[in-house]
């Protein structure tokens, strides 16, 4: 059953059971046991029944599999409204069981900066070893060129708000550098 592989939303599927059933919410409590090791055992209780879910390594995950015993005994009386509930989230498990990866793929690109004008990108090869790496960015000098009046800095000024004593608004004060 595709359920016991979509433990994480047992208790999402739980609430939405009380909603559509007019019942009262779902209510945890966690028991935290430290030896041999931390564990956590999540009790639910739903509808007047208590259940009780496995050991977890988590707060978060106890209480998911409290909500799974519960869903998972709900269902043995074969509840219609729980198993739609199940199969509209069947999707959405689905999808975030597929999208679970070890890792994010890393793209690398060239700078644009230096193909815009075009120029070489004196960008060196990934075979290339670092005595030659060395030479070939001393042989280019590649200086960025800036307008300046994209880049202010060569007349920095700062402002800053200064509270005066009297007066009604704030009066601005320009520090030049």
């Known amino acids: 059953m595709f359920l016991q592989q979509g433990v994480v939303f047992c208790k999402t599927i739980l609430h939405e059971f009380s909603v559509q059933t007019n019942t009262a919410w779902p209510s945890y409590s966690v028991a935290r046991q430290d030896k041999p090791m931390t564990l956590f055992v999540a009790s639910v209780v739903f509808d007047g029944s208590t259940y009780t879910g496995e050991a977890a390594t988590s707060k978060k995950e106890a209480e998911q599999k409290a909500a799974y015993a519960a869903v998972k005994s709900i269902l043995a009386t074969a509840n219609t409204v729980l198993t739609e509930i199940i199969r509209s989230k069947e999707i959405l498990i689905k999808v975030f069981k597929s999208s679970q990866r070890i890792f994010t793929p890393i793209k690398f690109t060239r700078p644009a900066a230096y193909t815009e004008y075009g120029e070489q ?22 200086v960025p060129v800036v307008d300046p009046s994209v880049n202010p800095s060569t007349k920095a000024a700062t402002h800053s708000r200064k509270r005066k004593g009297r007066g009604s608004g704030d009066e601005r004060v320009v520090k030049e550098h």
């Open 121 to 142: 990108d004196h960008v060196a090869p990934e075979s290339q070893d670092q005595s030659t790496l060395l030479m070939t960015v001393q042989e280019h000098k590649i």
